[in-house]
């Protein structure tokens, strides 16, 4: 049973920073794709970020460009997401997603306010 658990959300002021984190069991992490998408109030959910399954490449949705940075950590079967320069449209439930299927897990709330 595939399973992502996300973490490290919680409310930041614009500017600042957060490293978000997402651990998964039951599918052979490494060989798998990993990404972040967002849902921010009343949005569509959207994709942030996307990392392959050796972490040699990356890709990112515009709004995020030089801001976020996607990174994974095979051994530890988690992939993270560090961001910075935080602005209020960030505002969001971030989930992560992989290659192997159509799974999700719950979530992390960033709220970036003054």
């Known amino acids: 049973q595939v399973r992502l658990v996300e973490s490290g959300g919680g409310l930041v002021q614009p500017g600042g920073s957060l490293r978000l984190s997402c651990a998964a069991s039951g599918m052979i992490f490494s060989r798998n794709a990993m990404g972040w998408y967002r849902q921010g109030p009343g949005k569509e959910r959207e994709f942030v970020a996307r990392?392959?399954?050796?972490?040699?490449?990356?890709n990112y949705a515009d709004s995020v460009k030089g801001r976020f940075t996607i990174s994974r950590d095979n051994a530890k079967n988690t992939v993270y997401l560090q961001m910075n320069s935080l602005k209020p449209e960030d505002t969001a439930v971030y989930y992560c997603?992989?290659?192997?299927?159509?799974?999700w897990g719950k979530g992390t709330l960033v709220t970036v306010s003054s």
């Open positions: 997603e992989t290659s192997y299927g159509d799974y």
């Open positions: 990392i392959s399954s050796g972490g040699e490449f990356t």
